[in-house]
């Protein structure tokens, strides 16, 4: 009998239960029935949300506000995401009153701080979200890794974007590695699964990939923008 991968893995989204050799064959359209059956996630009055309809495009049977949620809002969110993002936010709450911390530390590829940590650096910032990006916060001439060490130091949370170039520096041991190290000592981060899988990134990173996060495979990047933005931002918590 084919044995379920939720126990290990986790089933974080529809194409995540679809790759399971014993939920493959159920249908996420009737409750979530197979991902519910493992773990125990923040209903909607626990999370201080009220329930949506199923976002049947995006494969999602059930979305809730999660407990951060200005009133006004329209960001929904899986339990999965609610149970991952909710210490953080807990951390960005106790962080709030420390002096002169940008929001987010954004941990990327070189070769991606041109593409895709540019756009969601730009979606991030035009938010309200502060982000430490190296792209303009590293000045010419100065230390790399000790602009790094300031900018993890300096930060509430980060955010780790995996991509395929991601993969490739951390199997080098280059710059992106040194900083998911860090990151990975201050728990303190998202990943951003991009352009790749999960069992892309536990292949390369057991530890990281043991996470759960956001993927573009679910959503679009601005909508993973407004979530973070939602999590992070001065706004969001005073409201």
Known sequence: MSRCTAPVYGHRSASAAANCPAC????????????????????????????SSSNSSSGKS?????????????????????RTLTPLRENVEKRFNLPDLRDVFLCHAWDDRKDAAKEL????????????????????GSSLLREIDKGLAKSRVGIVLVTP???????GEGIADKELSALLARDLLVPIVHNTTYDDLREVSPLLGSRSGLST???????????LAELVTPESILN
């Open 24 to 51: 493959s064959s159920r249908s996420y359209n009737r409750g979530y029935s197979s991902y519910s059956s493992y773990s125990s996630y923040p209903s909607s009055s626990s999370s201080g949300g009220s329930s």
């Open 62 to 82: 059930r979305n809730v506000k999660a407990r951060w949620s200005s009133t006004g809002s329209t960001v929904l969110y899986t339990p999965a995401e609610i």
């Open 121 to 140: 650096h730009d979606l991030l910032e035009s938010k309200g979200v502060s982000v430490w990006f190296s792209e303009k916060d590293v000045l010419l």
């Open 165 to 171: 170039s991601f993969l490739k520096r951390i199997k």
């Open 217 to 227: 495979g679910e959503e679009s990047m601005t909508e993973i923008a407004e979530k």
